[in-house]
């Protein structure tokens, strides 16, 4: 008899568990899939019609190519959480247009940090290319400075790295808003010093988190007093000018 009430009481622990395992999965799945900040329609019907680039939304994201068939160096983009792709392919316009091919990725769940796929994954989009720098913006660009040893560059849209990679050969460009309430300036210049010295680092004046996006407002940040297309603007400069020296140190 006691035997019979042990193996019970081992069940209740067991199926206990389960459900508490079940639930958790469950719950993430749920928090993931919602809240995503969508995509603004306006800036991505421009950049669709945009003849100097194809976009296909392929198996390893959306790949913006230049259409003169010209290019030899790309960009991997790793989104910020729960923010749309697509929302990053406006401002991602102006480099595909100088002829940088860009994937931004899917990733799994709407969060970089559930995605373990490692670069090769997404620069098979364009396998003839063989310079890439990977980058991203807020959790995303913490992501793609895990990704970063396997590249040649890295970019940083509000955001910075955990990793340390200030001895690495890296080419970096950190782009921060001084408006920005999520990714600080205070905490990017905290981590600053995870970067190489010859880093570029520079802040665009009147940029929020959500300025480095077409998605709308987001909870936490800050006003931006910049216009998007002056960010656009800014940003397409200091990408066109990285990618101009690319990859060579």
Not at 24 to 52: F, H, K, N, T, Y
Request: with cysteine; glycine share 10%.
């Amino acid at each position: 008899m006691q035997q019979k009430r042990r193996r019970r009481a081992w069940k209740v622990v067991l199926w206990g568990l389960l459900a508490v395992v079940v639930l958790g999965v469950g719950g993430i799945l749920v928090w993931s899939q919602v809240g995503v900040m969508a995509a603004e329609p306006e800036p991505l019907a421009a950049v669709r019609a945009d003849p100097a680039i194809r976009i296909d939304d392929a198996p390893q994201g959306i790949v913006m190519t230049p259409t003169d068939g010209d290019s030899d160096r790309g960009l991997v983009f790793v989104p910020g959480a729960k923010v749309d792709p697509w929302a990053y392919a406006s401002i991602l316009q102006g480099l595909a247009d100088d002829g940088v091919t860009v994937v931004i990725t899917h990733p799994w769940l709407n969060l970089a940090f559930f995605d373990l796929r490692g670069l090769d994954a997404f620069t098979s989009a364009a396998p003839d290319i063989d310079d890439w720098a990977v980058g991203g913006h807020s959790l995303g660009g913490v992501r793609a400075c895990q990704l970063a040893a396997d590249a040649e560059g890295l970019v940083l849209f509000g955001s910075y790295c955990a990793d340390d990679l200030s001895a690495s050969d890296l080419a970096v460009l950190s782009i921060s808003g001084s408006e920005d309430g999520l990714s600080t300036p205070a905490k990017v210049d905290a981590a600053r010093h995870l970067l190489p010295d010859d880093a570029e680092v520079v802040e665009i004046d009147g940029a929020a988190h959500a300025s480095f996006g077409d998605y709308g407002a987001q909870a936490g940040d800050g006003t931006a007093t910049i216009s998007r297309d002056d960010m656009h603007v800014a940003v397409t400069d200091l990408l066109v000018g990285f990618f101009a020296g690319f990859p060579e140190r």
